[in-house]
């Protein structure tokens, strides 16, 4: 390609916004030529910070995909359960696709996907970003140069985090399967797909276990509201999940006034966030939503060569980096995500490795600089057309994709399912 890849956002969410973002940071890279986005604030938003004329700001994808193609690749960043319908008709007119992960919320809705990608022959990669952070970068070269000889065994700890927790997968959008998808899929399926990266062999079987343990409608204190700017203030100020502090106290009195206090309201400050508590889902007392889906699961995995894998997906605790351990042969090592300790059998000696980078909040130092990765990846790829840097494309996705599905069978049957 001659020219920079011309880019279409449908989606302008958080994540859609903050890819944008890179091409506005980076603009000999790509350019954004159309957004699509039904809310108003959201589209005008990006369409506003790349000069877009009104022609090209769209309030739904259909819109994009009626017209011939005009673009060279589309960023499909919608929610969960939007995605199918979106990415195929866009493959049919041969745009080069990013998907937000997960692909789809079913295993068929994948596999449609995959067959119609593939038969357009489009350029497709997934936003599996843990595969692209400097950390996993670091850690797969400590592994393949044999320190700590083969893999044995994995664990593996998300700590989704409290506040996350009551905030996405509680109040938020991510809260009831039939409004997105199962936890394992929305939150995890990256997790599962980091993990078949680092044991690089596929994965023979997979066992899970997981509930909605806590935030029921039985675990509400006795006399506590509905709504917590209606809680009585002796109970209200007794609870870790108030949406009073979270979002408030812990945030905007203290000038916080940044994701995830701007997915409640476009401009907040203290009058408008109370009005969304007051109005909002987000103002719902964690014990009276609609949520369905799970707070703590665990996974095991076993691999082809009988090497071993265990992740546990809890909210209980503060958010923080992912934790993980790697059992191996001839030493072991432990990371948080920044940090890499790496202790060798036979000299007894430990060596630590700081792959931390500053998170400014911003899209290129998002999940350890993950994001602000695929995008590179992704958009040298379509500038280019050589696919090499895509580490989370079209058959490495549902690989993963297939052992979440399988792991969310075994949850719900209790039988040990085979892949």
Not at 336 to 342: L, N
Request: glycine share 8%; aromatic share 8%.
């Amino acid at each position: 390609m001659s020219d920079k890849p011309r880019v279409i956002v449908l989606g302008a969410g958080s994540r859609g916004t903050g890819y944008a973002d890179f091409i506005a940071r980076f603009p000999d890279r790509a350019e954004v030529v159309a957004v699509a986005e039904p809310r108003d604030f959201y589209r005008n938003r990006v369409g506003d910070a790349h000069n877009l004329p009104a022609d090209r700001r769209f309030k739904c994808w259909t819109e994009v995909v009626a017209r011939p193609r005009f673009a060279d690749a589309v960023l499909i960043c919608m929610q969960d359960d939007m995605h199918e319908e979106p990415a195929i008709a866009c493959a049919r007119l041969g745009y080069h696709i990013l998907l937000e992960k997960p692909m789809a919320p079913t295993a068929e809705a994948c596999q449609r996907i995959v067959t119609e990608v593939k038969a357009a022959g489009s350029i497709f990669a997934v936003c599996h970003v843990l595969r692209y952070t400097v950390f996993t970068r670091r850690l797969k070269q400590i592994l393949q140069s044999g320190s700590i000889g083969d893999i044995v065994s994995i664990q593996h700890l998300e700590p989704v985090g409290h506040w996350h927790q009551a905030h996405s997968f509680v109040r938020g959008n991510w809260r009831n399967e039939k409004l997105s998808s199962f936890m394992l899929l929305a939150k995890c399926c990256h997790d599962v797909d980091w993990l078949r990266y680092v044991m690089d062999k596929p994965c023979r079987k997979v066992q899970s276990f997981g509930s909605l343990h806590h935030f029921r409608p039985e675990c509400q204190p006795a006399g506590a509201a509905d709504r917590c700017l209606d809680c009585p203030a002796e109970i209200e100020k007794q609870c870790p999940y108030s949406a009073i502090k979270i979002y408030l106290r812990d945030r905007i009195d203290k000038g916080a006034a940044y994701w995830p206090v701007d997915v409640l309201t476009p401009n907040p400050t203290a009058e408008t966030v109370k009005k969304a508590l007051r109005e909002g889902p987000y103002g719902r007392c964690v014990y009276k939503c609609d949520n369905d889906v799970v707070d703590q699961q665990v996974v095991n995995m076993e691999f082809v060569d009988g090497s071993t894998a265990a992740m546990t997906m809890t909210a209980f605790c503060n958010e923080g980096g992912r934790q993980t351990r790697i059992f191996g042969t001839r030493g072991s090592l432990r990371a948080d995500s920044k940090q890499i300790i790496v202790t060798d059998f036979l000299t007894g000696e430990t060596k630590t490795i700081d792959t931390d980078i500053c998170n400014d909040g911003g899209i290129l130092s998002g999940h350890g600089g993950g994001d602000g990765g695929i995008m590179d990846a992704f958009l040298t790829a379509v500038a280019t057309g050589d696919r090499t840097p895509i580490l989370s494309g079209i058959d490495e996705t549902l690989e993963s994709h297939l052992m979440v599905f399988a792991a969310e069978q075994s949850r719900r049957t209790g039988q040990v399912q085979e892949l």
